[in-house]
């Protein structure tokens, strides 16, 4: 058999709306060799998020496509999917990406989200950012988390790839819980995004 001289690395797009904290950690994992993807593309929702200070800081590419939100949400989504297909980006990593994106049937489970709780629990319209770290702590949890899934065409629904958890204090405002789930979620992701790519190797033999 043989020996791989060089190991592949999964092209993929990181998609966001926001402070952009898991594209820079994803980027540096990407760049020190941690984790085999190249990221080719970063897409925001959004002009002048911070995000986009991290995308020129690793140098990947940039789009914000229909900043106006004229397009429909079909059309949006289209649109979007075109333009990865032409890039041949792989894999779609939404990383606080806030606006919603319908999934075409041959993009099913290429396309990854992390959530800020343990699904089911507190997901779906309306739960995001501190939203949903308020609503926990509001029901009197004790455990929260963070869960990576597959994205569908419902809210927060589709298969779950990694959840990890932590403990609410009784003390904790939604500032202090996000920060903990967050320390969750820098794991969480690359841990789902090699098992991502061990379940596409798989399928490929
Ligand atoms: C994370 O809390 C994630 O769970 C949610 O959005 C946040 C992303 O933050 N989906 P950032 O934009 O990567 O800093």
């Given at each position: 058999?043989?020996?791989?001289?060089?190991?592949?690395?999964?092209?993929?797009?990181?998609?966001?709306?926001?402070?952009?904290?898991?594209?820079?950690?994803?980027?540096?994992?990407?760049?020190?060799?941690?984790?085999?993807?190249?990221?080719?593309?970063?897409?925001?929702?959004?002009?002048?998020?911070?995000?986009?200070?991290?995308?020129?800081?690793?140098?990947?590419?940039?789009?914000?496509?229909?900043?106006?939100?004229?397009?429909?949400?079909?059309?949006?989504?289209?649109?979007?999917?075109?333009?990865?297909?032409?890039?041949?980006?792989?894999?779609?990593?939404?990383?606080?990406?806030?606006?919603?994106?319908?999934?075409?049937?041959?993009?099913?489970?290429?396309?990854?989200?992390i959530h800020p709780s343990?699904?089911?629990?507190?997901?779906?319209?309306?739960?995001y950012g501190?939203?949903v770290h308020?609503?926990?702590?509001?029901?009197?949890?004790?455990?929260s988390g963070c869960t990576?899934?597959?994205?569908?065409?419902?809210?927060?629904?589709?298969?779950?790839?990694?959840?990890?958890?932590?403990?609410?204090?009784?003390?904790?405002?939604?500032?202090?819980?996000a920060?903990?789930v967050f320390?969750?979620e820098?794991?969480?992701?690359?841990?789902?995004?090699?098992?991502?790519?061990?379940?596409?190797?798989?399928?490929?033999?």
């Amino acid at each position: 058999m043989p020996k791989p001289t060089q190991q592949t690395r999964l092209p993929v797009a990181v998609m966001v709306s926001g402070t952009g904290r898991h594209l820079n950690h994803l980027a540096q994992l990407a760049s020190s060799g941690e984790l085999p993807i190249e990221i080719c593309l970063c897409i925001s929702s959004r002009a002048g998020v911070g995000a986009l200070q991290f995308a020129g800081h690793w140098n990947i590419p940039v789009e914000v496509p229909d900043p106006a939100r004229d397009l429909s949400p079909e059309a949006y989504g289209e649109m979007i999917f075109a333009m990865l297909e032409e890039r041949g980006v792989q894999t779609v990593i939404l990383a606080g990406f806030l606006r919603f994106l319908p999934i075409p049937a041959r993009w099913e489970n290429r396309v990854l989200n992390i959530h800020p709780s343990l699904l089911p629990a507190f997901g779906g319209a309306g739960y995001y950012g501190r939203h949903v770290h308020a609503a926990v702590i509001k029901r009197g949890c004790t455990l929260s988390g963070c869960t990576v899934h597959y994205v569908d065409n419902v809210f927060d629904n589709g298969p779950i790839l990694v959840q990890r958890s932590c403990k609410v204090h009784a003390s904790d405002d939604s500032d202090t819980l996000a920060s903990r789930v967050f320390e969750q979620e820098l794991i969480a992701y690359p841990e789902a995004i090699r098992m991502h790519l061990a379940r596409m190797a798989e399928s490929e033999r």
